[in-house]
């Protein structure tokens, strides 16, 4: 199963983009990279996924290097609204369920 | 298109009960897979339903059931509850395709006393 390292908490000032890490380095083929959100105590929240190449929605990019053992989320102008904690993950597949594995997270404080 | 839902919000239980937590998936998703939050273990996998049938569990005691119905809906039991089972239990629902996106409810907060 591929595991993900994320920085425990980065600081962001308001306004700046926000890039948050994420090293996945046993990945394999055909494992997606699936970035969520979880502000306190609410339900997390799907920002993000990606395969292969770099991907953009309304909320974020995603960055995935050539090997895919890393990938980055970038927040382009973060508010105070996007203090939460966010993970980073590799989707595990077992039989034809999408199961997810939750790690630590980063806990990004956007300050004014 | 109305998100997942979960009631209720927040319950209060002892030692000893019991308690059904319920779940109603996107509109159109046949899936729904249930976690557990605590400060200490973070988000686990509790299981997973798919068309009424459980299609994969997580590494929890015989206590923790499910069951999902017809209509996708789905309902988690937990049985004879320890101080430890004060969680936030989340529910997640996505279409069943493999490549499909899980969307979270708000969760239900669990505290037993």
């Known amino acids: 199963d591929a595991k993900t390292t994320q920085p425990p908490s980065m600081d962001c000032a308001e306004g700046r983009a926000a890039n948050l890490p994420c090293n996945h380095s046993?990945?394999?083929?055909?494992?997606?990279v699936y970035w969520y959100r979880q502000i306190h105590s609410q339900g997390p929240q799907y920002i993000i996924h990606?395969?292969?190449n770099n991907e953009t929605n309304e909320m974020a990019s995603l960055i995935i290097t050539e090997d895919r053992k890393s990938s980055t989320l970038i927040l382009p102008h973060a508010t105070l609204r996007d203090t939460a904690v966010y993970y980073c993950?590799?989707?595990?597949?077992?039989?034809?369920?999408?199961?997810?594995?939750f790690g630590q997270g980063t806990t990004l404080q956007v300050k004014p | 298109k109305a998100g997942v839902t979960q009631t209720p919000r927040y319950l209060i239980k002892t030692r000893g009960q019991q308690v059904t937590l319920s779940c109603s998936p996107i509109?159109?998703?046949?899936?729904v897979s249930w976690y557990q939050q605590t400060p200490g273990q973070g988000l686990q996998f509790l299981f997973e339903?798919?068309?009424?049938?459980?299609?994969n569990k997580g590494n929890f005691p015989g206590r923790f059931s499910g069951r999902q119905f017809s209509n996708s809906r789905s309902e988690m039991n937990v049985s004879t509850l320890e101080l430890g089972d004060s969680a936030l239990y989340l529910c997640?629902?996505?279409?069943?395709?493999?490549?499909?996106?899980?969307?979270f409810g708000p969760g239900t907060r669990l505290t037993v006393l």
């Open positions: 509109s159109g998703h046949r899936s």
């Open positions: 339903y798919f068309s009424e049938t459980q299609r």
């Open positions: 997640a629902s996505r279409g069943g395709d493999r490549t499909d996106t899980q969307y």
């Open positions: 993950i590799v989707r595990l597949w077992s039989g034809n369920t999408g199961k997810l594995i």
């Open positions: 046993t990945i394999s083929g055909n494992e997606y």
């Open positions: 990606g395969l292969k």
